[in-house]
């Protein structure tokens, strides 16, 4: 069988991280790499694949049948708008735009073409996290009535490149506010958050926060909470724990060595994955397996881009509830036709 044609819009850091899964692939092809840096022409060396500055030509291979849009956040929805006019399949990283209108347009126009559209939620990917959400589907801790997610991160960012990823709320926070949902099988209906800058005050120069605590509250009743930070300096943390009428179930801090010493004079457990690369790695292959499945399957992309809405949703809200100290409710835009 001929193997699946991609394209990867942006040669940073997402873009060379798909583009070494694609060539990898021994079912996908990765033809063209877009970039207006000449990274991207170094990139596409690296594969042996054709380089561009801009879209139209890739756009205009017959053979690429799936783009990859790993740009930056604020041209997300130009690019995604451009590839469901060429008739191309399409992950796009998140958030979709930098805007929930923008994100709005996206979504319409791949309903409208009924176009094949994934978004980069990786994490949903993960096995010990996809356990959890099977055992919570079977019934294991009964009903669902509280989530609890901490992410923070080895290091922080440089204020300007974390504003132009769409700030902690929503770069980093997006994949959590959809592990939620896919978690507690409901609707986001309400969010309050309190942020501040603790680590680096320049983020406040770009309105966004180092440090943030998030309460979501879900139709069915049961609520989120969330504990973000931009730095750790012991590695990257990130877990959940789901809580339900009959149990809890726990998607624990990962150690890339599964072995602890035990001696006289104490208890030595392995450290964390020193970055969220490290950490879910795996995740991005298993990622592009489902898409290559559901490309030559004609299926619809899971998670897809409602599921992106839906947390560019949640997240634009806690933006706005962290900048004005009160709980801000959260209009269902993403399963309205």
Same mark, same amino acid.
């Given at each position: 069988?001929? !193997?699946?044609?991609?394209?990867?819009i942006g040669?940073?850091?997402?873009?060379r991280?798909?583009?070494?899964?694609?060539?990898?692939?021994?079912?996908?092809?990765l033809?063209w790499?877009?970039?207006?840096d000449a990274r991207?022409?170094a990139?596409? +060396?690296?594969?042996?694949a +054709?380089?561009?500055?801009?879209? #139209?030509?890739?756009?205009?291979?017959?053979?690429?049948e799936?783009?990859?849009?790993?740009?930056s956040?604020d041209v997300?929805?130009?690019?995604?708008l451009? %590839?469901?006019e060429?008739?191309?399949a399409?992950? %796009?990283?998140?958030?979709?735009?930098d805007?929930?209108?923008?994100?709005?347009? %996206?979504?319409? #126009?791949?309903r409208?073409?009924?176009?094949?559209?994934?978004?980069?939620?990786?994490?949903?990917?993960?096995?010990?996290?996809?356990?959890?959400?099977? @055992?919570?589907?079977?019934?294991?801790?009964? +009903?669902?009535?509280?989530?609890? /997610?901490?992410?923070?991160?080895?290091?922080?960012?440089?204020p300007?490149?974390?504003a132009?990823?769409?700030?902690?709320?929503?770069?980093?926070?997006?994949?959590?506010?959809?592990?939620?949902?896919?978690?507690?099988?409901?609707?986001?209906?309400?969010?309050?958050?309190?942020?501040?800058?603790?680590?680096? !005050?320049?983020?406040?120069?770009?309105a966004?926060?180092d440090?943030a #605590?998030?309460?979501?509250r879900? #139709?069915s009743?049961?609520?989120?909470? /969330?504990a973000?930070?931009?730095?750790?300096?012991?590695?990257?943390?990130e877990m959940?724990?789901?809580?339900?009428a009959?149990?809890?179930? %726990?998607? @624990?801090? @990962?150690?890339?060595?599964?072995?602890t010493?035990?001696?006289a004079?104490?208890?030595?457990v392995p450290?964390?994955?020193?970055?969220?690369?490290?950490?879910?790695? !795996?995740?991005?292959?298993a990622?592009?397996?489902?898409?290559?499945?559901?490309?030559?399957?004609?299926?619809?992309?899971? !998670?897809?881009l409602?599921?992106?809405?839906r947390? @560019?949703?949640?997240?634009?809200?806690a933006v706005?509830?962290?900048a004005?100290?009160?709980?801000?409710?959260i209009?269902?835009t993403?399963?309205?036709?």
């Amino acid at each position: 069988m001929r !193997p699946v044609g991609f394209g990867v819009i942006g040669a940073g850091v997402i873009g060379r991280i798909h583009a070494r899964n694609i060539a990898a692939h021994g079912a996908a092809e990765l033809r063209w790499i877009v970039d207006v840096d000449a990274r991207g022409e170094a990139l596409a +060396r690296t594969h042996d694949a +054709r380089f561009a500055r801009e879209l #139209a030509p890739m756009l205009a291979d017959p053979d690429v049948e799936v783009v990859v849009v790993g740009s930056s956040t604020d041209v997300h929805e130009a690019h995604v708008l451009a %590839c469901v006019e060429a008739g191309k399949a399409l992950l %796009c990283e998140k958030p979709i735009s930098d805007s929930l209108a923008g994100a709005r347009r %996206c979504l319409d #126009a791949v309903r409208r073409a009924g176009t094949i559209a994934a978004v980069g939620f990786n994490r949903r990917f993960d096995t010990h996290h996809r356990h959890v959400y099977d @055992q919570v589907r079977a019934g294991t801790i009964g +009903r669902v009535e509280m989530l609890h /997610f901490v992410s923070r991160s080895p290091q922080d960012m440089e204020p300007a490149a974390a504003a132009r990823a769409g700030g902690m709320l929503r770069d980093k926070g997006s994949h959590h506010y959809d592990l939620a949902c896919w978690l507690a099988n409901a609707e986001p209906v309400e969010v309050y958050g309190s942020g501040a800058c603790l680590i680096d !005050p320049r983020h406040a120069d770009y309105a966004d926060v180092d440090t943030a #605590a998030i309460v979501l509250r879900f #139709a069915s009743g049961a609520l989120a909470t /969330f504990a973000f930070n931009r730095r750790t300096g012991y590695g990257n943390d990130e877990m959940f724990e789901v809580n339900g009428a009959r149990g809890m179930l %726990c998607s @624990q801090r @990962q150690h890339p060595l599964g072995v602890t010493y035990y001696g006289a004079e104490g208890v030595v457990v392995p450290g964390l994955h020193a970055g969220w690369y490290e950490r879910f790695a !795996p995740t991005y292959a298993a990622e592009l397996d489902a898409l290559v499945t559901a490309v030559r399957g004609g299926a619809n992309a899971t !998670p897809g881009l409602a599921d992106g809405m839906r947390a @560019q949703a949640i997240a634009e809200a806690a933006v706005e509830s962290v900048a004005r100290g009160r709980p801000v409710p959260i209009a269902n835009t993403w399963s309205v036709a």
